[in-house]
């Protein structure tokens, strides 16, 4: 199969291009692509993961959060999957899509409100188009993944070195071997349409 991915440079998209590759064709999408997508071909793509997601900046609360971050929060976590589904379903007759929304929509917490606020709206886009492509050959996946042990808090430049050494040794996560797993089970499954993960200890 022919499989796309965005965000495959680190963390879970890194995985799931490892695992997958194996034994299919992985085309990455990373963000220099971002930039011209009117030039990206998903042609004969049997199946997109929109992954790239981040929250760069975030953890601060909204009042210190830079506006070129938060923007680019919803760039890379909202615009550029929808942007990417219209395209597949463009240029496909039939397919998956896979988006990594996340566990943060079941529960608001403040500090990371746009953050949030992106992959809800990515989880209610998900719902709208699974209603407008019903009776169709596409079939649309969510995963809602909690904790993950990436590079992610490290992104944000809002811990010190000595938080981060010890960042998940108290707190229930899982690893991205784990997820991407679950991600894989879900797109070989011809029932599922969501995958809500977390750890509880």
């Not at 995985?15 to 011209?36: A, G, H, P, T, W």
């Not at 909204?62 to 971050?69: D, L, P, R």
């Not at 379903?89 to 746009?114: P, W």
């Not at 699974?130 to 904790?147: A, W």
Request: glycine share 8%; net charge neutral; aromatic share 6%.
């Amino acid at each position: 199969m022919r499989i796309a991915i965005t965000g495959t440079t680190s963390g879970l998209g890194a995985e799931l291009k490892n695992i997958l590759e194996k034994d299919n064709e992985v085309i990455s999408i990373n963000r220099d692509s971002f930039l011209n997508l009117d030039l990206l071909d998903l042609s004969s793509v049997d199946i997109l993961i929109n992954n790239a997601g981040h929250s760069n900046g975030g953890g601060v609360g909204f009042k210190s959060h830079k506006q070129e971050q938060w923007q680019s929060i919803v760039d890379i976590n909202f615009v550029v999957p929808i942007l990417l589904t219209q395209k597949f379903i463009n240029q496909n007759a039939l397919g998956k899509i896979v988006f990594i929304t996340s566990k943060a929509i079941e529960k608001n917490l403040g500090g990371d409100s746009v953050y949030s606020g992106s992959k809800a709206g990515l989880s209610t886009f998900i719902s709208c188009m699974r209603d407008e492509l019903k009776g169709s050959n596409y079939k649309l996946i969510e995963i809602r993944p909690g904790r993950i042990r990436t590079e992610f808090a490290k992104n944000r430049n809002i811990h010190s070195e000595d938080i981060l050494e010890h960042f998940y040794d108290n707190m229930a996560h899982m690893s991205v071997t784990e997820v991407a797993n679950s991600i894989i089970f879900a797109i070989n499954s011809n029932t599922i349409e969501l995958i809500s993960l977390a750890r509880n200890q």
